[in-house]
């Protein structure tokens, strides 16, 4: 044996027992029983010690990445190793993993409110504002705002405020983070009427948190409402589930030959067996008494969802129509009831918002290529590079994820299990955006409502009787690749989203201080402010380029039409107008030098971030 | 359900009626505590979600809380939003109202559990 072969096999021997060694020790700190709580303890540790690192209202253009210290991927990371540690357990023990769900949802989705002094998101002070608004005077105000016309959660909101001894903005600072653990319940009975194992159904959760980056949980009807649909989602799936009871009619339409063929053609093309069972786990039996007590719950979610959200309803009535038609559900005429009060409540109570709306309200049916674009074109225009990074991690983020499901449906079916309710309720929220008049946004409440079931069958990958080594490794790169964009996607936006203490305070000193029936002129309609009967809002988007002459003949007319006209300039309009405007980057600056010039403006107030200036007729001559 | 169990419930069962309480007494009062806040809204969530899932024996941790959370949730929207529609706009004596009538049932879940635990003991 020459030197270098027996070199060669001393290498082999050394880097043999080195991967001895290592695995050996893994292995006993897997099974090690403090593993993973040790793991989410220094998790939340570290997520605890990187928070003074990041800056909020220092954001780039691309959010909070920039700035997210290496301790902060590290606490991610241990919450997912920390789950990971427990759930190879047979079983998993549940308080570890729910400590690091916990750990894994205060990383992910307590940064911000963690972060950052002033709640964050223009949108989540405006239901802030209508809150009050109900708060002080019980009379929600539908002609100031057509949201108003569906004020439950407003006035619940109102009338919790008022007895906690607070104001509507309480609310808004940790609700990202106290939702995101809600959804959780409801995720939880789906994924354990839905999923064999424990460790897949604690597994679904994690994708969940991973696959939130929509944004749309901060405190606002929707992110409330979609705890309620959940619930009753898990209410229907635990207790009112039926395995393929189909409508006569249904059952015609599914038999008749053409539409048989299809379907079978698909199913060899698929390479899915026709002898599948239905994988859902069996319905527990309760007493009819118990069953009227929980429909009777499942009508008061419905009715509440009714009261308190223009899209949500609508979600849920195509989700229960078509769980009906398929045979899911025992509760075949809920959706007729829903969609009942959805109409009558609409017609009715609503009629404010839809009178003389009427194109608004329905102009948009099945204009895809128009919520695609809204969606997604408008966004892309004027972007810069970074820019361009978050935007499309916000479009590979839910197409790993939704590609990610359709895999594990079939993965699933292929070994002989289908999984239909999930499928259903993944799929049916799409026909919503064909129905509405929502704009770009419906596509991010599609996802958020599909998102449940689809991180349910993403779960299937790991599920008992279908893992393979393929199919965790695939559940892994799924995992990795959303922790990987999640903040880019999540905290992409961060610089114009965030709400700097500054212009909170100035738009406090404009309710304070603005004398009732003032006009409020900004470029950007992104400021922690919302209307109020005593002061409107209005979007001046002209002011930013207009020459200096224009500004004067603008400001002129303005406050000779209305003396009680006044221009609030923000970080967060600045920002916007940067970020997604492609504005210059020292824009929102001159424009108060040029607005200052012309000598019809008089600053009133100033912060570290903002600046309130009242507008007057300049009588003097300058030019 | 075992012995265990119903021991469980009735922790449960005081402790949210016992909060229902205090927050009934803290809205009818005005007072304020520094904690009154989320003893408020902690009693009108779970306190009042409680106080009617409660009636059904869910073992399932999972269900019973997306029960709880919804039931409490929904009974704020709807009180509130009836007060509205009826124009009778008192935030206070509302939820000084609805936490009373939640401590109540919550009272009546400690009563009922404990006899069962007894019967259960049997």
Same mark, same amino acid.
């Given at each position: 044996?020459?030197?270098?072969?027996?070199?060669?096999?001393?290498?082999?021997?050394?880097?043999?027992?080195?991967?001895?060694?290592?695995?050996?020790?893994?292995?006993?700190? %897997?099974?090690?029983?403090?593993?993973?709580?040790?793991?989410?303890?220094?998790?939340?540790?570290?997520?605890?010690?990187?928070?003074?690192?990041?800056?909020?209202?220092?954001?780039?253009?691309?959010?909070?990445?920039?700035?997210?210290?290496?301790?902060?991927?590290?606490?991610?990371?241990?919450?997912?190793?920390? %789950?990971?540690?427990?759930?190879?357990?047979?079983?998993?023990?549940?308080?570890?993993?729910?400590?690091?769900?916990?750990?894994?949802?205060?990383?992910?989705?307590?940064?911000?409110?963690?972060?950052?002094?002033?709640?964050?998101?223009?949108?989540?002070?405006?239901?802030?504002?209508?809150?009050?608004?109900?708060?002080?005077?019980?009379?929600?105000?539908?002609? %100031?705002?057509?949201?108003?016309?569906?004020?439950?959660?407003?006035?619940?909101?109102?009338?919790?405020?008022?007895?906690?001894?607070?104001?509507?903005?309480?609310?808004?600072?940790?609700?990202?983070?106290?939702?995101?653990?809600?959804?959780?319940?409801?995720?939880?009975?789906?994924?354990?009427?839905?999923?064999?194992?424990?460790?897949?159904?604690?597994?679904?959760?994690?994708?969940?948190?991973?696959?939130?980056?929509?944004?749309?949980?901060?405190?606002?009807? &929707?992110?409330?409402?979609?705890?309620?649909?959940?619930?009753?989602?898990?209410?229907?799936?635990?207790?009112?589930?039926?395995?393929?009871? &189909?409508?006569?009619?249904?059952?015609?339409?599914?038999?008749?030959?053409?539409?048989?063929?299809?379907?079978?053609?698909?199913?060899?093309?698929?390479?899915?067996?026709?002898?599948?069972?239905?994988?859902?786990?069996?319905?527990?039996?309760?007493?009819?008494?118990?069953?009227?007590?929980?429909?009777?719950?499942?009508?008061?979610?419905?009715?509440?969802?009714?009261?308190?959200?223009?899209?949500?309803?609508?979600?849920?009535?195509?989700?229960?129509?078509?769980?009906?038609?398929?045979?899911?559900?025992?509760?075949?005429?809920?959706?007729?009831?829903?969609?009942?009060?959805?109409?009558?409540?609409?017609?009715?109570?609503?009629?404010?918002?839809?009178?003389?709306?009427?194109?608004?309200?329905?102009?948009?049916?099945? &204009?895809?290529?128009?919520?695609?674009?809204?969606?997604?074109?408008?966004?892309?225009?004027?972007?810069?590079?970074?820019?361009?990074?978050?935007?499309?991690?916000?479009?590979?983020?839910?197409?790993?994820?939704?590609?990610?499901?359709?895999?594990?449906?079939?993965?699933?079916?292929?070994?002989?299990?289908?999984?239909?309710?999930?499928?259903?309720?993944?799929?049916?929220?799409?026909?919503?955006?064909?129905?509405?008049?929502?704009?770009?946004?419906?596509?991010?409440?599609?996802?958020?409502?599909? %998102?449940?079931?689809?991180?349910?069958?993403?779960?299937?990958?790991?599920?008992?009787?279908?893992?393979?080594?393929?199919?965790?490794?695939?559940?892994?790169?799924?995992?990795?690749?959303?922790?990987?964009?999640?903040?880019?996607?999540?905290?992409?936006?961060?610089?114009?989203?965030?709400?700097?203490?500054?212009?909170?305070?100035?738009?406090?000193?404009?309710?304070?201080?603005?004398?009732?029936?003032?006009?409020?002129?900004?470029?950007?309609?992104?400021?922690?402010?919302?209307?109020?009967?005593?002061?409107?809002?209005?979007?001046?988007?002209?002011?930013?380029?207009?020459?200096?002459?224009?500004?004067?003949?603008?400001?002129?007319?303005?406050?000779?039409?209305?003396?009680?006209?006044?221009?609030?300039?923000?970080?967060?309009?600045?920002?916007?107008?940067?970020?997604?405007?492609?504005?210059?980057?020292?824009?929102?600056?001159?424009?108060?030098?040029?607005?200052?010039?012309?000598?019809?403006?008089?600053?009133?107030?100033?912060?570290?971030?903002?600046?309130?200036?009242?507008?007057?007729?300049?009588?003097?001559?300058?030019? | 359900?075992?012995?265990?169990?119903?021991?469980?419930?009735?922790?449960?069962?005081?402790?949210?009626?016992?909060?229902?309480?205090?927050?009934?007494?803290?809205?009818?009062?005005?007072?304020?505590?520094?904690?009154?806040?989320?003893?408020?809204?902690?009693?009108?969530?779970?306190?009042?979600?409680?106080?009617?899932?409660?009636?059904?024996?869910?073992?399932?941790?999972?269900?019973?809380?997306?029960?709880?959370?919804?039931?409490?949730?929904?009974?704020?929207?709807?009180?509130?939003?009836?007060?509205?529609?009826?124009?009778?706009?008192?935030?206070?004596?509302?939820?000084?109202?609805?936490?009373?009538?939640?401590?109540?049932?919550?009272?009546?879940?400690?009563?009922?559990?404990?006899?069962?635990?007894?019967?259960?003991?049997?």
């Amino acid at each position: 044996m020459s030197d270098e072969e027996g070199n060669t096999v001393d290498d082999d021997r050394i880097a043999v027992r080195t991967r001895d060694a290592v695995s050996s020790v893994v292995g006993a700190m %897997l099974q090690w029983k403090w593993s993973s709580i040790t793991a989410c303890a220094l998790s939340i540790l570290l997520w605890s010690l990187s928070l003074s690192s990041i800056h909020p209202y220092e954001a780039t253009d691309t959010g909070l990445v920039s700035m997210l210290p290496v301790i902060w991927w590290l606490a991610l990371l241990l919450a997912l190793v920390g %789950l990971a540690a427990e759930i190879q357990r047979d079983p998993p023990r549940a308080a570890p993993c729910v400590l690091s769900l916990v750990a894994l949802t205060l990383v992910l989705h307590g940064t911000l409110p963690a972060t950052e002094v002033t709640p964050r998101f223009s949108a989540a002070y405006t239901i802030a504002a209508f809150s009050d608004q109900l708060a002080k005077t019980g009379s929600p105000l539908p002609l %100031l705002d057509a949201r108003m016309s569906w004020p439950a959660l407003f006035s619940a909101t109102g009338m919790a405020a008022r007895a906690m001894g607070v104001d509507s903005r309480w609310f808004l600072r940790w609700a990202p983070l106290v939702l995101n653990l809600l959804y959780l319940l409801p995720l939880k009975v789906i994924a354990n009427a839905t999923l064999k194992s424990p460790r897949a159904r604690w597994l679904a959760l994690s994708v969940f948190l991973l696959g939130n980056w929509i944004d749309q949980d901060y405190f606002s009807p &929707q992110a409330v409402d979609l705890l309620l649909y959940l619930a009753v989602i898990a209410i229907l799936v635990r207790v009112f589930a039926t395995r393929g009871r &189909q409508p006569g009619v249904v059952r015609a339409v599914v038999a008749f030959r053409f539409v048989a063929a299809i379907a079978d053609r698909l199913r060899r093309i698929l390479r899915l067996p026709k002898a599948a069972q239905p994988g859902e786990m069996p319905v527990p039996p309760r007493s009819i008494a118990e069953l009227a007590f929980l429909y009777s719950i499942v009508l008061a979610i419905a009715f509440a969802i009714v009261a308190s959200h223009q899209f949500t309803p609508l979600a849920m009535c195509v989700v229960l129509f078509v769980l009906a038609m398929a045979g899911r559900t025992k509760l075949n005429l809920l959706w007729v009831i829903t969609s009942v009060l959805t109409v009558a409540w609409f017609s009715w109570l609503a009629r404010t918002y839809w009178v003389g709306h009427l194109h608004a309200v329905f102009g948009g049916i099945g &204009q895809v290529g128009g919520v695609v674009s809204g969606t997604v074109g408008t966004r892309l225009q004027n972007a810069s590079a970074e820019r361009l990074l978050v935007l499309d991690s916000r479009l590979a983020v839910p197409a790993v994820i939704v590609l990610s499901a359709a895999l594990g449906f079939w993965w699933s079916w292929r070994r002989g299990r289908t999984q239909w309710t999930l499928a259903i309720l993944a799929v049916a929220p799409v026909a919503v955006a064909l129905l509405t008049n929502y704009g770009g946004e419906v596509s991010l409440r599609v996802i958020l409502f599909s %998102l449940a079931p689809v991180s349910v069958l993403i779960a299937l990958l790991v599920d008992a009787g279908l893992t393979t080594r393929t199919s965790l490794a695939i559940f892994v790169v799924v995992i990795a690749l959303t922790s990987a964009m999640f903040p880019l996607a999540r905290y992409g936006n961060e610089s114009f989203e965030a709400m700097a203490p500054g212009d909170v305070a100035a738009t406090d000193w404009i309710q304070g201080h603005v004398p009732t029936g003032s006009i409020i002129l900004v470029v950007i309609d992104d400021l922690p402010m919302g209307e109020s009967p005593s002061l409107s809002v209005d979007v001046a988007a002209g002011l930013a380029f207009a020459p200096t002459d224009k500004d004067r003949r603008v400001l002129t007319a303005t406050a000779k039409t209305d003396p009680n006209a006044w221009i609030l300039l923000t970080r967060s309009q600045d920002e916007y107008g940067t970020v997604v405007e492609g504005f210059p980057s020292d824009w929102l600056s001159t424009l108060e030098k040029r607005l200052l010039a012309t000598g019809n403006v008089e600053v009133k107030y100033r912060s570290s971030s903002a600046v309130v200036m009242k507008v007057h007729v300049n009588t003097g001559s300058k030019t | 359900m075992n012995r265990q169990a119903f021991s469980i419930r009735l922790v449960v069962d005081v402790v949210l009626a016992v909060t229902c309480a205090t927050g009934a007494y803290l809205s009818a009062t005005g007072q304020h505590l520094p904690e009154k806040d989320i003893i408020v809204l902690f009693a009108l969530i779970a306190g009042c979600g409680w106080a009617i899932v409660g009636w059904t024996d869910t073992t399932e941790v999972a269900f019973a809380g997306t029960l709880v959370v919804a039931a409490g949730v929904v009974v704020s929207m709807l009180v509130s939003i009836a007060a509205v529609g009826a124009h009778w706009w008192h935030p206070d004596a509302t939820v000084s109202v609805l936490l009373g009538a939640a401590c109540l049932g919550n009272s009546l879940h400690v009563v009922r559990d404990k006899a069962r635990r007894s019967k259960c003991a049997r």
